[in-house]
Each structure stands twice: as structure tokens, then as C-alpha cells.
């Protein structure tokens, strides 16, 4: 018997690269790995895709675990860095940040001595309003930037969609219209805007560079569908051995606070796994759990280290058996929806205890 782990399909991770590639054309591909790559474990996954364009992360010290580890790929630093005494550092190691403020901008051109010039990209705010240069400053701020001797190349223009898991959101068309505006500014600008939802919406036809993160683990970025209606296959498989069957009788409860009682006689299983491993506390009664090719629902609370499981009348599993939290036979998105959260969540918090096997299939 085994308390969490997770196993990590790489085969599954290769196909789900291979339909983004189907989707992307010539697009070149940023994939994002940032959160410990959606909880898969960053090194490893970045290593398995070895021929991606470059590779996404949100913090300084991702990306240096990555050089660390010998990833040589292109990484591109998303919010930037955080303080100026970062940017040397950035600099030799061939880390590209995202700059997204005037302040980012300026702390750059005011260093006279940085080791070599770097790659950057600039992104614009048009609509998410949370990060990114206004529009009226982008083309000053780009042309700027591509005259700078800090800067190696010309920068790549981003931006990010709020609402591209609703592909029919007005708010997309007025995103494209002012990007394709501040584009119209800068010929010959090389660009990049669309995350999975975009890409499988085919809102950016005309992105050099396409940033898959949900998709690449084998999730749906839309509400309806699953990974599986896009082809794509679930990498992670989070299971737990079932510690103890036991038998309860109508009128009993089960779990802190005495949450769930028995309407009548039922066998529960206990799984260990529970908060502390990042399976969500608030997953309410009903949330599904796969043991032996069935669906069966959580009952009372979820705690640190367990979750119970009404198995029914018969005693359908038993000591030893393993229960699937999520995965290719129990869609993460299915589990997120019942929880009240989004899959990003749910595998982001895939605590550090969990043992991540990676396997070739
Ligand atoms: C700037 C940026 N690009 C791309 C992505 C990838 O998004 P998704 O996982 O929805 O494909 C993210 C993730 O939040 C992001 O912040």
C-alpha cells in the first residue's frame, strides 16, 4: 500500500506536444511550465521536451533550477524580474524577461555594465489589465528597447488574453483589434499572444509564438469539454491506496464533524490521501473518486491525510486496492467543477510529499 503519488505519463505528455504542433503550423511554441510545471515537476518536464522553442516560467528561480539542471532552451522569465539586481544574472544565463512596466524598462536601460545584451519581450496590456505597458506606450517604449545596446534582438511583442476559454466573449475581438493596432506601429514585429484556449479556439492566427501551459497536460481550457474531446490525454494520474474498508450502519457518520451520516448500511474505504498532499479540503460530499473501473463519491470531510469513500452495499473494493483522484480514466476538469475551482488549481497544489513517478507511457 502506498499513501499519494502521482504518476506522470511522458508518452502522453509527447502526444499532447504533437497535437499543440498540429494546431500551432509554423507558430514556433513557448511552452509554460511554471508552478513546478502545473505541479508535474519542472526539471523533468522540461527535459522530456527537449524540442520545444523555449520554455515559459513565472520566477527568477525557476528558471535557474532549469540552467541549473543543464536545460539549455530558450527560457522566457513571464513577469519579469523582480528586482534589478537580477538582471546580470539574467543576462548570462540567456534568460529572457517579459518587461511589462516602464519601471522594468528603465532599471534595464540604466545599466551601463551588463555582461552581454539580452533577449527580452515586451508586453501589453489590452485588455486583462493586470499586466502590461498601456497601449499608447507601447510603440515608443518597443522602438526605444530595439535601439538599446542592453537588448540583443528585437523584442517580442505579447500580450494575454482574459477570456479566451470563451471563445464568443466580445472581450477577444477587442483585445485582437488593439493588438493588430499597436502591430500596425511596428512592422515586421514578431508577436505572441495565445495560451491553450486561444490556440484550440484559433483566436491568433497570425502569433509567431503560441504558449500552451493546460494543454501540454493533457486539460481542456474550456468549461464543456474535457482534454480528451481535444485528443489530448491526461498526463498526471493522482492515486492512493485504499488503508481500510470498513463497514458502517444507517444513522452513523463518518469524518470531523460528524459531516456525512449513513442514510443507510454502506462500506466506506479510506484513502490516504487528503489536504496535506493537496487534494482539496473542500470537496464536497459527491465528488468523484475512480477504484476498479467505477465512480464512487466522496462522504464527510476531507482531512490532512485521508478522504472516505461511500464503496455501496457490497464491499466493491478492498484493503490494498488503489483509488485514481484524477487522471486518464477520471478527468481533472470533472473533479475541478464538483470542487468549485478550475483544473490549474487542483494540479498546481500537488504538494511536495506526493512522489512523482514518471513513466514512458
Ligand atoms: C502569460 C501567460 N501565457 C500563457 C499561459 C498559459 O496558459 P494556459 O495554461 O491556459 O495555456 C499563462 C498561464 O497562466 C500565462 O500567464
Known sequence: MRPAWADIHLGALRHNLEVIRARAGSKRVLAILKANAYGHGLTRIAQELGDVDAIGVARVDEALQLRNA???????????????????????????????????????????????????????????????????????????????????????????????????????????????????????????????????????????????????????????????????????????????????????????????????????????IGYGDGYPRLAPNGTPVWINGKVYPIVGRVAMDMVTVDLGDTMSAKLGDTAQLWGPDLPVEQVAEKVGTIPYELLCNVARRVNLDYLET
Open 70 to 272: 543543464g536545460v539549455t532552451r530558450p527560457i522566457v522569465l513571464l513577469e519579469g524580474f523582480f528586482d534589478a539586481k537580477q538582471i546580470p544574472v539574467l543576462a548570462v544565463s540567456h534568460i529572457q524577461p517579459v518587461l511589462h512596466t516602464k519601471h522594468q524598462v528603465g532599471q534595464l536601460l540604466s545599466i551601463q555594465d551588463l555582461p552581454e545584451p539580452m533577449r527580452v519581450w515586451l508586453k501589453v496590456d489590452t485588455g486583462m489589465h493586470r499586466l502590461g505597458l498601456n497601449p499608447e506606450d507601447a510603440e515608443r517604449v518597443y522602438k526605444t528597447l530595439e535601439a538599446a545596446p542592453q537588448v540583443a534582438a528585437r523584442p517580442v511583442l505579447m500580450s494575454h488574453f482574459a477570456c479566451a476559454d470563451e471563445p464568443q466573449h466580445g472581450q477577444n475581438q477587442r483585445q485582437i483589434a488593439l493588438f493588430e493596432s499597436i502591430k500596425a506601429t511596428l512592422p515586421d514585429v514578431t508577436t505572441s499572444f495565445a495560451n491553450s484556449a486561444a490556440l484550440f479556439a484559433g483566436l491568433a492566427p497570425d502569433d509567431d509564438w503560441v504558449r500552451p501551459g493546460l494543454a501540454l497536460y493533457g486539460i481542456s481550457p474550456f468549461a464543456q469539454e474535457t482534454g480528451r474531446d481535444l485528443d489530448l490525454r491526461a498526463v498526471m494520474n493522482l492515486q492512493a491506496s485504499i488503508i481500510s474498508v470498513r463497514k458502517i450502519r444507517a444513522g452513523e457518520s463518518v469524518g470531523y464533524g460528524a459531516a456525512w451520516t449513513a442514510s443507510k448500511d454502506t462500506w466506506i474505504g479510506i484513502v490516504a
